[in-house]
């Protein structure tokens, strides 16, 4: 079962910098767990002479063993383990990518109060400007941080160092949204001093609160009404 929600609880004046994660937090994850559990398998699986179970199978664990690096958000390092061309791959399926309910307002209104915003993704640039030509949200952003461009995923506490070494934020004062709790102690860790856990990041799968964190189904939960 879910652990019930935990309500943020800030004062938008107590924010200076708003750092907010892509895939599943500004964008529905089911694109991702569609393209990489169901579609690309299938591509393998064809190319292979594998069934589509099998392909599955055998993706899943490939998949599980580079977790949590950068090697797993690597499009080039996909295309040549599975002999695909997985970012030509990702276009054909690009009309899967959306933008959750209320994101827009609430990147309106983050700027309507003067905040300092970026977006902070373990995506790699390609998938990046795949998503930003579809969706449009990148003019909304002070700065675009990718992962690989900083040499650590978020997950690990390196990733915050070198971030604040690039952006220069008051940790204290700075807003971190992400769908991935993992990233979200690394971010407590270094001293982020707001965190919101996102608890809807696919629109196919149940909402799950966090036990640690304060969390949100929807960004209107962080506009004052
Ligand atoms: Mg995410």
Redesign the pocket.
């Known amino acids: 079962m879910s652990p019930s929600q935990i309500k943020p609880d800030f004062s938008w004046s107590a924010v200076d910098t708003i750092l907010l994660?892509?895939?599943?937090?500004l964008l529905d994850?089911y694109f991702d767990d569609h393209f990489w559990e169901e579609y690309v398998p299938k591509i393998f699986a064809a190319e292979n002479g594998l069934s589509d179970q099998e392909a599955r199978k055998e993706l899943l664990l490939r998949y599980q063993s580079v977790e949590n690096t950068l090697q797993w958000t690597d499009l080039d390092y996909w295309s040549e383990q599975l002999g695909l061309d997985i970012p030509e791959l990702k276009c054909k399926v690009d009309h899967l990518i959306q933008v959750h309910p209320y994101v827009v307002d609430f990147l309106k209104y983050i700027k309507s109060i003067d905040k300092t915003v970026h977006l902070v993704t373990n995506a790699h640039s390609k998938t990046l400007e795949i998503k930003l030509r579809k969706t449009a949200l990148g003019p909304y952003f002070d700065h675009i941080v990718c992962s690989e461009e900083i040499g650590y995923a978020k997950e690990q506490p390196e990733f915050w160092i070198k971030l604040h070494d690039l952006l220069q934020f008051d940790r204290e004062r700075t807003l971190l949204a992400?769908?991935?709790a993992k990233v979200l102690h690394a971010a407590k860790q270094y001293g982020i001093g707001v965190l919101v856990f996102v608890a809807r990041?696919s629109s196919r799968l149940p909402v799950k609160h966090s036990a640690d964190f304060p969390s949100v189904v929807f960004f209107n939960e962080l506009i004052p009404q």
């Open positions: 994660d892509m895939d599943g937090t994850k992400d769908d991935t990041p």
